[in-house]
Structure formats: C-alpha cells, structure tokens
C-alpha cells in the first residue's frame, strides 16, 4: 500500500525522538564584566596655531591670519582654501606698511596663480595683483617686473586656451597700472601675439598660418579679433611712450664747479660712486658674448610675419560687396579692429618711432 503524508510525518518524528539530544549547560558571565567603567581619563585636544600670540599692531584679516599664513596658503590644493587666503590678501594688503615690508614676497606667491586651472583662482589673482600695482611707487616694481613678465609670457603661450584668454585680462592690468614697464618687454611680448593666433608650418613652406581655436568656446575669428585688439592697444601705447620720452629728453648741462664766493652746499658723495652699474660676472651671460639688439630688423621680421595673418583675417571678417557696384558698405566691430591694428602698423613706420623703419 502506498504511503500517505500522515504515515511519512509519523516516520519523521520517530526518527527524530530516536536520535541522542544534546542539552547545553548555561554559564553565567563572571562577576563584574557587564558592568560599565566611569574611570576613563579626558585629555583636551591642543592645536598650536591657535596659542600662537597675536602682536596687538599686528595687521590681521578678517579670519583672524597674518599675511605669513595667508601667503602659506596660496599653495593649497582646495581651491575654496586659495580663493579665501586671496581675499584676505586684499584685506590687508592696503595697510600702510604691508607692501613696502613684503611687495617682493607677495608677488612671489600670487603672481604665478594666474597660471592656475581654476578659473576662480585666476580671476581672484587678477583682484589682487591690481591692488598691488595701484598702491605701489613704480620704481619699487623694478626688481620683481621681470618676474610679471615672465607669467605673462607664459600664459600668452599656454595649452590650456582657457589661461590664454585671461592673459589677456592680465596684459590689459598691466598696459592701464604700469604701462612704462611692459612696453620695455616689446621685443618680448610680441612674439607671444604672433603664437597666440598662428603656428609654423609644417611643411617647406616658410612663415606661419592661422590656427583654429577648437577648445575655446569661442569662435576663431572672435578670439583673433581678440587678441589683435590687444596688440593694437599694446603698440598704441609703445608709440605714445616712445613720443613722450623723445620728447622730454634732458639737454645736456655744463658741470658746476666750486666757487669759493657763493655759499653752495654739495652731496658729500660723488654721483657717479652711488649710480647703479651692471656687473656681468653675476649674469648668466658676459655682456660681451652677446650681440647688441637690433630693434629695427627685428620689428620688421615681426611685420613681415604678421602683415600676411592680418590680410587672412580680413578675407574672414571683410565685408561682402557685388562687384561693379559702388555702394557704401558699414563694416563690423572686428573688421574695424582689423583696420586699426593696420594703421598702428604704419603710424610705427611714420612716427619716426622705429628710427630707421621709418624709412
């Protein structure tokens, strides 16, 4: 006879009541082990910057740091933490006494963060660097110039399109704040202007041929016209230091002599002991190895490069017009900029600016 589920579940129990049972015994945990200690010890968590004495004339910003913290933190790898020690930067930095005691340490750290890949950063960097130049002499700027035109020329010639485009912002600070210092670096500069729009050729064909601006988001032609405004305000301005300074040349004077019969007073020094004069042994080339800067030729190796760039802007940003027509046409914003970079170009050659370009 087949087997029903009731005489399967009988079968199972008596297996089961048939096995050997095991029984646990129970323990009880030793005395005192459940119980919880109060007799811990507190230590209180010291941080040393903040037992740091404060001077009372000390000139603190607004989060409580000196400028040796703040310049500290520029080179943190948060870019909130950059941002913040730059605005304390500018909080402090029109103090009386900041800049003339650390100018040389401040540019030193802030400068170079116009090279930064955060935006943010580079545009706070700006912020202050234009608080710098504006409330200092610019004979103090002498020693540390050549280190602001160094970043400059760096970011002209930059990967990253994004630090190209700001340079400009930072051309633009130092054409309105120290215009007699940047147009020194003319010969400097202007190749950069050249690179910013235009590469060598690949080929055997001599000269450059204009670049395309694929990762800006802007447009090619936009971002020439861009930089070419900028060369225009940058020769404008080399041409109108050049006339000042031809101008207001000193005329040369007789040397005083002694006269017994007037009460003068004379320095105590000769000037000549206390003049600043170059020694090349301390220089990284002998003066004497180096062949002297011609100005002119190189300007015009610099025309003749630019003047073939300029006419293959124009085809893209001229205007269209039928021909056999005489119809007057209005031309845009950057066709005017065009225009004006060309008569810049010749104004050089006329002005006597150049000397012997001129002819």
């Known amino acids: 006879m087949p087997q029903t589920g009731a005489t399967r579940h009988q079968k199972f129990l008596k297996s089961e009541k048939s096995k050997t049972k095991l029984k646990s015994k129970k323990k009880d945990l030793p005395k005192g082990t459940n119980v919880t200690k109060t007799n811990f010890k507190v230590k209180k968590i010291v941080i040393k910057e903040q037992l740091k004495k404060r001077g009372t004339n000390e000139v ?15 080179n943190h790898f948060n870019t909130k933490s950059r941002t913040e020690a730059l605005d304390g930067i500018k909080d402090i930095i029109t103090h009386a006494d900041i800049l003339d005691q650390n100018l040389g ?77 940047v147009v020194q670096y003319f010969h400097k500069i202007l190749p950069n202007f050249l690179d910013m729009i235009s590469k060598l050729r690949i080929d055997s064909k001599p000269g450059r041929t204009l670049t395309v601006n694929l990762g800006s988001q802007i447009t090619s032609v936009k971002w020439r016209v861009k930089v070419l405004h900028r060369l225009k305000d940058y020769l404008s301005k080399y041409i109108n230091l050049n006339q000042v300074q031809t101008k207001e040349k000193p005329s040369s004077k007789p040397a005083q002599k002694f006269d017994e ?99």
Not at 60 to 74: I, M
Not at 115 to 132: A, G, M, P, S
Not at 283 to 296: C, G, I, T, Y
Request: with cysteine.
């Open 60 to 74: 603190l910003s607004s989060k409580k740091l000196n400028l040796k913290d703040l310049l500290s933190r520029l």
């Open 105 to 181: 340490q401040i540019i030193l750290a802030v400068t170079p963060l116009v090279l930064n890949v955060e935006k943010v950063v580079r545009h706070e960097t700006l912020k202050v660097l234009q608080l710098v130049l504006s409330n200092v002499e610019i004979q103090k700027l002498d020693p540390f110039f050549d280190i602001m035109a160094t970043y400059l020329r760096s970011a002209m010639t930059h990967i990253d399109t994004r630090i190209q485009e700001d340079s400009l912002l930072f051309l633009d600070l130092l054409l309105v704040c120290t215009p007699e210092k």
């Open 261 to 359: 019969s007037k009460m003068n007073i004379y320095s105590l020094f000769n000037p000549v002991y206390t003049s600043v004069c170059s020694v090349s042994c301390f220089s990284s080339k002998n003066s004497q190895d180096v062949a002297p800067l011609d100005e002119v030729e190189k300007f015009k190796h610099y025309v003749n490069t630019l003047m073939p760039l300029l006419y293959e802007t124009w085809l893209e940003v001229c205007p269209k017009t039928s021909s056999g027509m005489n119809i007057e046409t209005v031309i845009n914003e950057d066709a005017a900029t065009l225009r004006a970079v060309f008569n810049l170009l010749g104004a050089l050659g006329t002005s006597g600016s150049m000397g012997p370009f001129s002819s």
